[in-house]
C-alpha cells in the first residue's frame, strides 16, 4: 500500500477520477487513495487535529477528532494508525472530481460514495465541518450548515 501512496499527484481541474480510501488524517482530508491522489475535501472546513482553526477558516464546534473519526465512518472502517499519524481505513471507492491544486501535493475535490453521497455535505449536515463560501460550499449544501469565515 505505501508505495502507491508515494504517487500522489494533482488531478487536473475537471477530471473525474476514483478514490479507494487507504488512509485520513482529518475530517476535511487530506484522504489518501490507493491510486496516488490525495483529497482535500472541497467546500467545507473541519477543526485541526490540535483542535485549533486557522485564521481565517470556519471554525466548527466539533473536535478535530471526532471529525475525523466521523469522516472514516463515511468511508468505512478504522484499520490502524500508520506511524504519521493518519488513521488506515477499508472503504469503497470513492467517485470524485477535481478542482485542482489544494495547496501541495493535494487535489481540492468533491467526492461522492454509493453509501454516503456528497462526502462534504454529509460531513456538514451531520455537524462536523462547516460549508466554506470562499470555496464553493453554501452551494454545495444549500440545506447544510454554513459559517462565515473566523476572525
Given at each position: 500500500?505505501i508505495?502507491?501512496?508515494l504517487?500522489?499527484?494533482?488531478?487536473?481541474?475537471?477530471?473525474?477520477?476514483?478514490?479507494?480510501?487507504?488512509?485520513v488524517?482529518?475530517?476535511?482530508?487530506?484522504?489518501?487513495?490507493?491510486?496516488?491522489?490525495?483529497?482535500?475535501?472541497?467546500?467545507?472546513?473541519?477543526r485541526?487535529?490540535?483542535?485549533?482553526?486557522?485564521?481565517?477558516?470556519?471554525?466548527?464546534?466539533?473536535?478535530?477528532?471526532?471529525?475525523?473519526?466521523?469522516?472514516?465512518?463515511?468511508?468505512?472502517?478504522?484499520?490502524?494508525?500508520?506511524?504519521?499519524?493518519?488513521?488506515?481505513?477499508?472503504?469503497?471507492?470513492?467517485?470524485?472530481?477535481?478542482?485542482?491544486?489544494?495547496?501541495?501535493?493535494?487535489t481540492?475535490?468533491?467526492?461522492?460514495?454509493?453509501?454516503?453521497?456528497?462526502?462534504?455535505?454529509?460531513?456538514?449536515?451531520?455537524?462536523?465541518?462547516?460549508?466554506?463560501a470562499?470555496?464553493?460550499?453554501?452551494?454545495?449544501?444549500?440545506?447544510?450548515?454554513?459559517?462565515s469565515t473566523?476572525?
Amino acid at each position: 500500500m505505501i508505495p502507491l501512496l508515494l504517487l500522489a499527484s494533482v488531478v487536473a481541474p475537471g477530471a473525474t477520477f476514483t478514490c479507494t480510501p487507504v488512509a485520513v488524517w482529518d475530517g476535511d482530508g487530506p484522504i489518501w487513495c490507493a491510486e496516488g491522489p490525495r483529497i482535500r475535501l472541497e467546500g467545507i472546513a473541519a477543526r485541526e487535529m490540535d483542535e485549533t482553526c486557522r485564521p481565517g477558516h470556519p471554525c466548527p464546534k466539533a473536535s478535530g477528532r471526532a471529525a475525523r473519526d466521523h469522516l472514516v465512518t463515511l468511508l468505512g472502517e478504522a484499520r490502524g494508525t500508520l506511524r504519521t499519524g493518519h488513521i488506515v481505513v477499508r472503504g469503497s471507492p470513492l467517485t470524485c472530481v477535481s478542482n485542482g491544486s489544494a495547496k501541495g501535493d493535494r487535489t481540492g475535490a468533491l467526492c461522492r460514495s454509493q453509501q454516503v453521497g456528497d462526502l462534504s455535505c454529509a460531513m456538514v449536515r451531520d455537524g462536523y465541518a462547516l460549508a466554506w463560501a470562499r470555496y464553493g460550499g453554501n452551494r454545495l449544501c444549500r440545506s447544510a450548515r454554513t459559517s462565515s469565515t473566523r476572525r
